[in-house]
């Protein structure tokens, strides 16, 4: 598999919101926020399709969810760009 390159909306992104998904904190520096997101194999995707899409070909269960919904999991970080992270805590 290739490595996931993220550049600095993407962790900033995440370094702002990765409350959502963990109860505390798990990276403080954009270096540890890289090292964090490529340890868990984390996504960047270019559309809610692709959003869904990735949900589904990972096997999560995502009956009746659509473009819209799929974006309040918790698992999804909004870049703000266009793009989404998709993070499996």
Do not use: W
């Not at 963990?22 to 890289?34: L, Q, S, W």
């Not at 984390?42 to 399709?49: K, L």
Request: net charge negative; with cysteine.
């Amino acid at each position: 598999m290739e490595e996931q390159i993220y550049d600095d909306a993407v962790l900033n992104c995440f370094l702002e919101n990765q409350e959502q998904l963990f109860p505390e904190h798990v990276a403080e520096t954009p270096e540890e926020a890289e090292e964090f997101l490529t340890d868990c194999m984390a996504q960047v995707v270019n559309s809610p399709r692709a959003v869904l899409a990735y949900f589904d070909e990972e096997g999560a269960d995502i009956d009746g969810k659509d473009e819209d919904s799929i974006l309040e999991e918790s698992e999804v970080f909004d870049v703000g760009d266009g793009r989404y992270l998709i993070v499996e805590g």
